[in-house]
């Protein structure tokens, strides 16, 4: 019987020989095809590769044993455990089985021989089962713990059971069961949490990348908006440089080199007209390249020093316009890490300029429909227009002069480059002279009420916003009278908002008819093209606004109608105010 002293001497010996096994264990971690086992990767031949690896170290484990009370006192349970808690239990059983037959076929006449290889068979099968049944999550020590001391537990009664006669089976597990329980539990549950703190560690280093990723991406959209330029490449490959420990940054376009920041910026400066052979091949086929050497590179100038680089492609709108070009000066120093920033990047600059090509296409969308507004005018008003002023020439003189000036300024305003946005005063001025030549036309038919706040006078508003409302609520409302009728102007404040309304005392409308005039799945033509321009204005004002920032129509027959809407109040200084 062994007194305490000798247990802990026991203990102490263990412990000693579990510090080299965690050595080996953390060089061997860093293996790929391990990584590949921990997360579930590996292929069959590399678990079985796996399994004779652990089922080695139990054979090590067995030779750097102590022997006790004619049994070996070792750590063979846990790598063999590790084995099934890593690969599974066919991984555990067969590292179970190479352990369990060395211990059997070397050391066959001690009296522990076959039930410690029959011990070492189950516990690699154990570990597959057990742990994966009582873990909370990946990898947990505490699981581990448990399943090792279980698992040394049972090679105890399998000693009491086959070892005869039975008081020497008492006698070797009472001298070895404590021990080898506590360091093999003990040292199950520290591999466990050694792989446990590899995942976490790369846990904090993919979040930090993509931290920086995210930064750099939120830091160059500004100067991506306006698209793959040399300002714009500048900056970006500045801003990734700053943020990283590479040598040197490039960005290029399908042509030349756009930017070039950090080493050898002298011979890769912009609009080279050269691009390297690994950048060529980049372009040519679509996929990132990695350079380990200079020769990989293919700069042409020899005496570059940049090493090595990983090259990958800017997509817009699935076609390759650019690569992005990440440097090193050392050869074969691209890390992992610098191809996942690279495709990281990439894609995030990609997507970055298909929202600059969306926003381009939606500004020249809207600028194509207030044209197309502007072309459905003119040919419309003209005629009208000079056939009333020549109604004038001889009867009214000044009359027709002045309209002459109206109809000008009008159409001035009409056909040149749209804005993006005009004072409310230019808008109000532009409607009054549509209503001046409109009034000369029609006389008494048509009056007009202005109702308008002096001092929002310089918000800003969409161009040819209310031009045409007026001149739907003079053509559809109230010239569908034969007296004709008064179109009201309002414009006032209303906390952050300026609410414009168009109302008209004319024939009216249906409710019906109403919600078909903005309704974009009503392919049905209106009289006249009423819904086309209003279309057009519910769609820049939605824009603006948001949904359901659109024109509100409100009509019932016989009772006029109002369009309304409200747009942001923002001013801006305007010298010629509409009074």
Not at 207 to 226: E, G, V
Not at 295 to 321: F, H, N, W, Y
Request: charged content about 20%; some cysteine; hydrophobic content about 45%.
């Amino acid at each position: 019987h062994m007194n305490m002293n000798n247990v802990l001497d026991l203990l102490i010996e263990l412990v000693q020989r579990l510090s080299v096994f965690a050595l080996v264990f953390l060089l061997m971690i860093r293996f790929p095809v391990c990584k590949r086992l921990l997360t579930g990767t590996a292929t069959g031949s590399e678990k079985i590769s796996m399994s004779l690896l652990f089922g080695c170290m139990g054979i090590a484990a067995t030779y750097g044993g102590i022997g006790v009370e004619g049994a070996i006192v070792n750590l063979r349970s846990i790598p063999v455990a590790l084995a099934g808690i890593l690969g599974g239990p066919l991984v555990g059983f067969l590292a179970g089985v190479i352990a369990g037959a060395h211990r059997y076929f070397v050391d066959m006449g001690s009296l522990t021989a076959q039930a410690c290889a029959i011990a070492t068979v189950a516990t690699g099968l154990f570990g597959g089962v057990m742990y994966h049944r009582l873990k909370r999550r990946a990898f947990d020590p505490l699981s581990a713990l448990i399943t090792g001391c279980t698992a040394e537990a049972v090679k105890m009664l399998i000693i009491l059971l086959m070892i005869r006669p039975f008081d020497t089976a008492v006698n070797i597990v009472s001298a070895i069961s404590f021990p080898t329980i506590a360091v093999n539990g003990l040292g199950l549950a520290l591999f466990v949490e050694l792989v446990s703190s590899l995942f976490r560690e790369q846990d904090r280093i993919a979040a930090r990348r993509a931290q920086t990723a995210l930064d750099i991406a939120f830091q160059t959209l500004p100067f991506l908006k306006s698209g793959l330029n040399e300002t714009s490449a500048e900056q970006t490959a500045r801003i990734i440089l700053d943020r990283t420990n590479l040598d040197a940054v490039a960005i290029s376009d399908c042509r030349h080199i756009l930017a070039h920041v950090g080493a050898e910026k002298a011979h890769h400066a912009a609009d080279a007209h050269f691009l390297t052979s690994a950048a060529d091949r980049v372009l040519r086929n679509g996929i990132a390249v990695i350079a380990e050497t200079r020769a990989d590179i293919g700069c042409r100038t020899v005496s570059c020093t940049l090493g090595s680089a990983v090259m990958v492609p800017l997509t817009k709108s699935e076609q390759i316009v650019g690569v992005l070009e990440l440097y090193r000066l050392a050869e074969r120093s691209i890390t992992p890490l610098d191809v996942e920033l690279a495709q990281g990047l990439a894609h995030l600059f990609s997507y970055q300029l298909e929202i600059s090509e969306m926003e381009l296409q939606k500004r020249l969308r809207a600028e194509a429909e207030v044209r197309a507004l502007q072309a459905q005018i003119n040919p419309h008003f003209l005629f009208n227009t000079i056939t009333t002023i020549m109604g004038y020439v001889w009867t009214d003189p000044k009359t027709a002069s002045d309209l002459l000036t109206k109809m000008a300024d009008f159409f001035r305003k009409n056909i040149k480059p749209s804005k993006r946005s005009v004072s409310l005063a230019e808008e109000l001025e532009h409607c009054d002279n549509y209503l001046c030549i409109e009034k000369a036309r029609f006389e008494d038919r048509i009056a007009v009420r202005y109702e308008v706040d002096e001092h929002i006078l310089p918000c800003r508003i969409p161009p040819l916003t209310l031009q045409p409302i007026v001149e739907n609520s003079i053509k559809h409302g109230l010239l569908a009278r034969e007296k004709g009728g008064i179109i009201t102007i309002s414009a006032h404040q209303n906390n952050e908002h300026v609410c414009i309304a168009i109302h008209d005392d004319g024939v009216g409308m249906t409710a019906e008819e109403c919600r078909s005039l903005l309704d974009e799945s009503d392919g049905r033509p209106k009289k006249g093209g009423l819904g086309i321009a209003l279309k057009n204005i519910n769609a820049r004002l939605m824009a603006l606004n948001g949904h359901g920032g659109g024109l509100q129509i409100e009509s019932s027959p016989d009772a006029g109608t109002t369009v309304s809407f409200r747009i942001p109040l923002i001013e801006h200084e305007h010298q010629n105010m509409y009074n």
